[in-house]
T-cell receptor, first 112, second 115 residues
Framework: LAKTTQPISMDSYEGQEVNITCSHN???????ITWYQQFPSQGPRFIIQ???TKVTNEVASLFIPADRKSSTLSLPRVSLSDTAVYYC?????????????FGKGTKLSVIP | GAVVSQHPSWVICKSGTSVKIECRSL??????MFWYRQFPKQSLMLMAT?????????EQGVEKDKFLINHASLTLSTLTVTSAHPEDSSFYIC???????????FGPGTRLTVL
């Protein structure tokens, strides 16, 4: 079971780029890495998912080094509305048997 | 697209009663649904995985007789907390996955308070 470690909290000013790193040292070959955003009293919202190298979508980029033991979520030019908890999730398994390990989350506070 | 709903959004019940929470995929067929529990200021903890038409797979430490999960159709899964106690008070969140997709779509969560 891949355990994940993230910083507990981060502060950033509006307009800056924010990078949040997640460690997952015992990630398995078939595991995917997914990042979610969660606001208080709401369900998590999918941000981005990747397996290796770099993935980019309209809201974020995900960098995964060759050894895949860590991943970095990059949020360009954050705004106040990006204040939330960000979770790194390592997903493995399939065909009815899953191991889903959420990290403890990183609370991002965006400062005006 | 890919919307998951939960009902109710919050519920308050007396200790010893049972509470049912519904999770629906509104615009896709969910072959797999997951149930999570989240205590205040903590991360999500997977409780169980359910596949349509088969018994749920529970995580270690989760009592299957207390948390009854039914995934009777490709769009509906239910979690019933039986004989609820104050320590069961938590935020319960479901998610759904379609087919071979790796993406989970989460519901908005249900806040359960047991008095």
């Amino acid at each position: 079971l891949a355990k994940t470690t993230q910083p507990i909290s981060m502060d950033s000013y509006e307009g800056q780029e924010v990078n949040i790193t997640c460690s997952h040292n015992n990630i398995a070959t078939n595991d995917y890495i997914t990042w979610y955003q969660q606001f208080p009293s709401q369900g998590p919202r999918f941000i981005i998912q990747g397996y290796k190298t770099k993935v980019t979508n309209e809201v974020a980029s995900l960098f995964i080094p060759a050894d895949r033991k860590s991943s970095t979520l990059s949020l360009p030019r954050v705004s106040l509305s990006d204040t939330a908890v960000y979770y790194c999730l390592v997903e493995s398994g399939g065909a009815g048997s899953y191991q889903l390990t959420f990290g403890k989350g990183t609370k991002l506070s965006v400062i005006p | 697209g890919a919307v998951v709903s939960q009902h109710p959004s919050w519920v308050i019940c007396k200790s010893g009663t049972s509470v049912k929470i519904e999770c629906r995929s509104l615009d896709f067929q969910a072959t797999t649904m997951f149930w999570y529990r989240q205590f205040p200021k903590q991360s999500l903890m997977l409780m169980a995985t359910s596949n349509e038409g088969s018994k749920a797979t529970y995580e270690q430490g989760v009592e299957k007789d207390k948390f009854l999960i039914n995934h009777a159709s490709l769009t509906l899964s239910t979690l019933t907390v039986t004989s609820a106690h104050p320590e069961d008070s938590s935020f319960y969140i479901c998610s759904a996955r379609a087919g071979a997709s790796n993406e989970q779509f989460f519901g908005p969560g249900t806040r359960l308070t047991v008095l």
